[in-house]
């Protein structure tokens, strides 16, 4: 949905969420969301991590950006254009890129999903 539409008063599915269609309902689903509610304390960049591993393919970083724009409005903030927080999450995956990983190298990680899905 359009974020200047958004009512908080009325989340009852999924797409009354900022930039929630259809196609990201369904993405949303593949990882057990399937109410508004349901994204209260979750992470966004986890979310996205645990979507490519699902669906065994690296999805647009964009997804990252809608992830963040619902959590984020989830957690109380104002309804914001997912590409608003571009940004951010390209920051956030710079310092992530930069940081060696901290688990196994077998395990799905921020900077280990695109090497594998290139193997």
Same mark, same amino acid.
């Given at each position: 949905?359009?974020? *200047? ?7 009852? +599915? ?19 969301? +399937? ?13 996205? =991590? =645990?979507? !490519? ?8 970083? !964009? ?20 590409? *608003?927080?571009?940004? =951010? ?31």
């Amino acid at each position: 949905m359009n974020p *200047a539409r958004v009512r908080r008063d009325q989340l009852a +599915r999924l797409q009354d969420l900022p930039n929630i269609g259809p196609a990201m309902t369904r993405d949303l689903n593949l990882l057990d969301i +399937r109410t508004p509610a349901d994204l209260i304390g979750r992470d966004a960049y986890a979310l996205y =991590e =645990e979507l !490519c591993v699902r669906t065994g393919m690296r999805h647009d970083p !964009c997804v990252i950006d809608v992830f963040l724009s619902v959590t984020r409005f989830m957690a109380g903030d104002p309804a914001q254009p997912w590409w *608003a927080y571009t940004a =951010e999450r390209k920051r956030n995956l710079a310092e992530i890129a930069a940081t060696p990983p901290l688990t196994d190298p077998a395990e799905p990680t921020m900077t280990n999903i695109s090497s594998r899905a290139s193997n």
